[in-house]
């Protein structure tokens, strides 16, 4: 299956002052990009197995890629429909790599994908968030939404995110209430 218009090679989706962001083809060399910083970030740096890292949902997935000024890529995440649920689309594989961050990287990633997402009509964003990266989420917008679980051994939670006023909100991960278990 391939998502509508979510494939154009090298369309700019997004940037700051240091960073821009590209959708790419998963198929092509900036795919080749993408693994890579997965492969750095997820599998050598985290011990996520490398089989469980790329799955089945990558090739019907909408990538991005981050280059800094000097057309470096430093990051990578992807996009894609809630199986079920069509008003939903889902933020995963958010990985820069080292060196990069803590520079705007993740943020016009995440901004980027928010703006895809809102373009394509969906109404609500859902991501697996690490415990350590909740905080860099609710920025743009994601509460929590479960209790901790594990994948891949790493503790998580649910966030999730409205599109529907057309501007990310400024609810923190404080104002909600966290269901247990
Ligand atoms: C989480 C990650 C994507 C953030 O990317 P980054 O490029 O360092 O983030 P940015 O520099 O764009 O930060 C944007 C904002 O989020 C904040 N932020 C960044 N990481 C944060 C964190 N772990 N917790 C809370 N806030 C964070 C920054 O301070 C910045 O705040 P500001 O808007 O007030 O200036 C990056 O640390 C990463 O790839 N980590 C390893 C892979 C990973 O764990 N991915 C998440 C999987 S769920």
């Not at 998502?3 to 369309?11: A, E, H, N, V, Y």
């Not at 016009?108 to 928010?114: C, E, K, R, Y």
Request: charged share 25%.
């Amino acid at each position: 299956m391939q998502l509508k218009g979510f494939t154009k090679r090298g369309r700019p989706l997004g940037m700051n002052d240091d960073y821009v962001v590209e959708s790419i083809d998963w198929k092509g060399s900036d795919g080749d990009l993408a693994r890579e910083i997965r492969v750095e970030v997820f599998v050598l740096e985290q011990g996520v197995p490398l089989s469980e890292e790329l799955d089945e949902t990558d090739p019907v997935a909408h990538h991005v890629l981050a280059f800094d000024a000097a057309r470096n890529p430093c990051g990578t995440a992807r996009l894609f429909p809630d199986a079920s649920d069509g008003t939903m689309a889902h933020i995963g594989r958010m990985a820069v790599v080292g060196r990069a961050r803590g520079n705007g990287c993740g943020r016009a990633i995440m901004s980027a994908l928010m703006a895809e997402a809102r373009q394509r009509g969906f109404l609500r964003v859902e991501l697996s968030a690490q415990i350590h990266a909740i905080g860099f989420y609710a920025r743009f917008g994601f509460v929590v939404v479960s209790g901790e679980y594990l994948d891949c051994d790493i503790p998580h939670r649910t966030m999730q995110a409205s599109l529907s006023h057309g501007l990310a909100g400024s609810t923190t991960v404080e104002d909600v209430s966290v269901p247990s278990g």
